[in-house]
T-cell receptor, first 116, second 108 residues
Framework: GAVVSQHPSWVICKSGTSVKIECRSLDFQATTMFWYRQFPKQSLMLMATSNEGSKATYEQGVEKDKFLINHASLTLSTLTVTSAHPEDSSFYIC????????????FGPGTRLLVL | QKEVEQNSGPLSVPEGAIASLNCTYSDRVSQSFFWYRQYSGKSPELIMSIYSNGDKEDGRFTAQLNKASQYVSLLIRDSQPSDSATYLCAILYSTLTFGKGTMLLVSP
């Protein structure tokens, strides 16, 4: 099946720093990618929809100025957590549906962020 | 508010038994339903998708959908310890909406 990669898989940072997470579709193009966040023992919550060549669409309650999303190509979306704080510590997962096949989403392996 | 409800569990079954996982949803418009398996510390992996009423079988897994009752379930036959994981029900509205998941524990 299709492969989605994320980098880094783990990141530990100090409070107040910014962290960039990359999501790549390795063998297909994705005009849309999705960013989720999962706190312990909770479900995946959609944060935003990343659209290639245009602005991301953020879910209610997600600060667009804090979680910057860039979808510069058909295979790469980045999520930057700006001025990270301990409450941002979570498991961040991206997914990508092959173009035109929205029902099929391939998840990246996730990035675990710990903010000290 | 579109909701997907699952019993958090844990659901404990002995090896070889049938595990039954249930999910209810709030929006009658939904047409696409999914079951994902998530091991601890890992991202979800798709097990089954189902789009029409009735049963859909794939190996040891059977998904069941009843749109009138707004209910979707997953049966796992001959459960194995390696099936121990959290099972997430997901409904596709404009985007995927996930339930909180049911933890399944299969004891040897």
């Amino acid at each position: 099946g299709a492969v989605v990669s994320q980098h880094p898989s783990w990141v530990i940072c100090k409070s107040g720093t910014s962290v960039k997470i990359e999501c790549r579709s390795l063998d297909f193009q994705a005009t849309t990618m999705f960013w989720y966040r999962q706190f312990p023992k909770q479900s995946l919550m959609l944060m935003a929809t990343s659209n290639e060549g245009s602005k991301a669409t953020y879910e209610q309650g997600v600060e667009k100025d804090k979680f910057l999303i860039n979808h510069a190509s058909l295979t790469l979306s980045t999520l930057t957590v700006t001025s990270a704080h301990p409450e941002d510590s979570s498991f961040y997962i991206c997914s990508a549906p092959p173009t035109g096949v929205q029902e099929t989403q391939y998840f990246g392996p996730g990035t675990r962020l710990l903010v000290l | 508010q579109k909701e997907v409800e699952q019993n958090s569990g844990p659901l404990s079954v002995p090896e070889g038994a049938i595990a039954s996982l249930n999910c209810t949803y709030s929006d009658r418009v939904s047409q696409s339903f999914f079951w994902y398996r998530q091991y601890s510390g890992k991202s979800p992996e798709l097990i089954m998708s189902i789009y029409s009423n009735g049963d859909k079988e794939d190996g040891r897994f059977t998904a069941q959908l009843n749109k009138a009752s707004q209910y979707v379930s997953l049966l796992i036959r001959d459960s194995q310890p390696s099936d121990s994981a959290t099972y997430l029900c997901a409904i596709l509205y404009s985007t995927l909406t996930f339930g909180k998941g049911t933890m399944l524990l299969v004891s040897p």
